[in-house]
């Protein structure tokens, strides 16, 4: 790609590394997670049309930009698009529940249904901040929420846990950049605004991606009438020795269980369940594709 321009192999990056989720892009995408180079949505809408990259480096199929020979994942987009619509209401149901739980602070959808693109075997990621001292407890009543909507067909996966002084994430990629600006918060929008203050890197790697790419504008928190109450309960000294037991006992088995796994970490402030390793693979995808 030597004769092209910056902003140019930005793009073609751009689509390589959604080509791996078989996920094709349209221009506002295109430009919202372009990778590397800042250029505003004129230039990116210039570039798309101008010949330059079409057909010899990208194609386009109606609304969606793809690699050359790969026009069919348009149509898995529009089917799994079809899927999430039916899986938003229940991703909203659940998270206002979440939220309405003592100590949560934030609650946002991750994941590919996130960006409307639910596959394989299909759940629901959560991205969770919590009250300081309080994670373990906080996580042991969102596992039984889990429990309880698994009774119903529901798969929720709360794979990853924050509390309030860790919203800086340590591990800095374009996979965890992604992630970040592609989440979409469902409570605590507050919370949610300090956390993309407080990982400013990600402007290194998508520099367009500010803001939320997508907001629920309907979320209202319910079921909050007991939460002071059992939070005061949980504040007490008992309640920081439970909150110690439970972190104690969690960690032993969750480090047992991740021990080859550089992706799972566990800790006072964090809990992170990617027991898959899917970034690093995802990361060497794109690596193989560029």
Not at 96 to 107: C, D
Not at 218 to 238: I, Q, Y
Not at 263 to 275: A, L, M, V
Request: aromatic share 10%; net charge positive.
């Amino acid at each position: 790609m030597s004769d092209l321009l910056p902003v140019e192999e930005a793009i073609i990056r751009t689509v390589s590394y959604v080509d791996i989720f078989d996920y094709p892009l349209t221009l506002s995408e295109v430009h919202r997670y372009l990778i590397g180079v800042p250029a505003p949505l004129g230039t990116v809408q210039k570039i798309l049309s101008n010949g330059r990259l079409i057909p010899h480096h990208l194609s386009r199929e109606q609304e969606f930009f793809t690699l050359p020979g790969r026009e069919e994942v348009a149509a898995i987009r529009r089917e799994r698009a079809a899927a999430a619509n039916e899986l938003w209401p229940s991703a909203i149901h659940y998270g206002q529940l979440i939220g309405s739980l003592p100590f949560v602070k934030m609650v946002a959808v991750t994941g590919s249904l996130a960006v409307d693109n639910p596959y394989g075997d299909v759940d629901i990621d959560y991205f969770i901040v919590t009250e300081n001292d309080r994670l373990w407890i906080c996580r042991a009543m969102v596992i039984l929420l889990v429990k309880l909507a698994a009774r119903r067909g529901i798969a929720l996966c709360p794979n990853y846990f924050v509390s309030e002084r860790a919203l800086a994430f340590k591990q800095q990629n374009l996979y965890i950049a992604r992630e970040i600006a592609q989440m979409v918060p469902l409570m605590g929008f507050d919370v949610y605004q300090q956390l993309r203050q407080l990982n400013g890197w990600t402007a290194t790697f998508l520099p367009n991606a500010e803001g939320a790419g997508k907001m629920i504008e309907t979320m209202t928190v319910r079921g909050r009438v007991l939460r002071p109450s059992l939070e005061m309960v949980f504040r007490t000294r008992p309640g920081a020795r439970l909150e110690q037991w439970e972190m104690s006992r969690k960690i032993r088995k969750f480090s047992h269980d991740s021990r080859a796994n550089t992706e799972t970490s566990f800790s006072p402030d964090w809990c992170k369940g990617h027991f898959d390793a899917h970034s690093q693979r995802i990361l060497n995808q794109y690596a193989n594709k560029l």
